[in-house]
Structure formats: structure tokens, C-alpha cells
């Protein structure tokens, strides 16, 4: 198996399959590309002209979530997805609900607290910030802590694909100095902390604040 990642650190989509990858122990070769300016044999691969894309061999696999799920059949063990169908398709959505939702507000945080000043070099967008804080996280948040329950992890409480991709998004929240605040979302906040410390988080965190920390963050 040789497998090669291309896409940045800091993007949310290539954590989530590099966590995928550290959890099944699976070596990979990492090309850190930003999502601008691609090259054209790039674009070729993925038409969309977005990170991550993987490649095992011959074989070409664009989207972080096609790229777990191709994981999860070539190496099932750990297993990541639940096999029964429902819990199967809850992980499914909340995968759907980490990139699709949870995405914006993060990355409002992100982009305007962290990429803003520091690789856009203009001024923080306060209005945009408030906008995630106060409307765009707090439904998805007061909703997570509702479906958290007693549990550890997101579904059958057991670590899966849902864990993975909420989590990964949630990163850069921190990166870009947002929190889920305990006080409000007990429940959302302890889950949070306890998939960070796993080593497959906790590692590349540590990566991602090193890099960040060089460009004067």
C-alpha cells in the first residue's frame, strides 16, 4: 500500500482523514497543498479544485468523506463507522453536519481571528465573528448537547467517523480563539476535551499550533 495525502494541516478536511489515518495505523505521505493556485495535474485529479485527495497507488480518491470511507474498506480494523444501519447512518449525518454546518461558524472564527492578520493581513471582520458566536453556533451546539445524552461519543457511544469529522471542525474554532463554552454546553465541552486528548487529535494539534506559532500566530 502506498498511500499519498495532499492538502494543508490546518484544513479541517485534511485532519479529519489524517485522524482517520493515525487511528488504523496506516502510513501515508503528506503533501502540505494549499487550496489556491492549484496545479493543473492537481485540478485534473479534482475537478472541484478542493483538498484533501488521496492517492493509494493508480488509484485517485477526491472529498475527505469518500477518502474515510475508502479508508474504513481497506482497513476496517479499528472500525470507524458503526455496522449497524442506523447508527451507521446517524454517523453518516453527523459527518454531513460537521461540513456542511458546524463548518461555517468555525470557520468564521478561523478565518477571520487567525487567517485574517496574520496571511490576508487586514482586520479581524468583528461582525462576521459575532454572527458565529451568537447565530451560527448555538442551535448546532444546543442540538449536539441534546443528542450527547449520558454517552461519550456521539453515536452508540463508541468513537466513530461522527466523532472525527465534528471534532476536526472544532480545531479550528480553537485556532482561531472560540470555545464551546462549558457553562452552557456541559456535555458538547467534556465530549470535546476527551477527543482532543485521543493521540490521533492530540499530535496533530500540537503540529498545527507549532506551524502557527512560526507564522507569528
Known sequence: MSLKLSGVNLSPYVRKVRVVLAEKGLDYDHEPL???NLPEAYVAKHPLKKIPLLEDGEKVIPDSSA?????????????LYPS????????????ELA??????????????????PLMFKRETDEALVAQARDETLPPLFDYLEGQLGDQDYLVGNAFSIAD???ASQLVNLRHGKGEVDAGRWPKLAAW????????????????EQAGIKAMGG
Open 67 to 79: 477518502i474515510c470511507a475508502y479508508l474504513e474498506a481497506i482497513a476496517p480494523t479499528p472500525a
Open 34 to 36: 494549499m487550496p489556491f
Open 164 to 166: 472525527i469529522a465534528v
Open 192 to 207: 470535546l476535551e476527551r477527543v482532543h486528548a485521543r493521540p490521533s487529535f492530540k499530535g496533530l494539534i500540537e503540529e
Open 99 to 116: 461540513d456542511e454546518g458546524i463548518s461555517a461558524g468555525a470557520g468564521a472564527f478561523f478565518r477571520e481571528n487567525l487567517l485574517a
Open 84 to 95: 449497524d444501519a442506523y447508527d451507521r447512518a446517524r454517523a453518516l449525518w453527523y459527518e
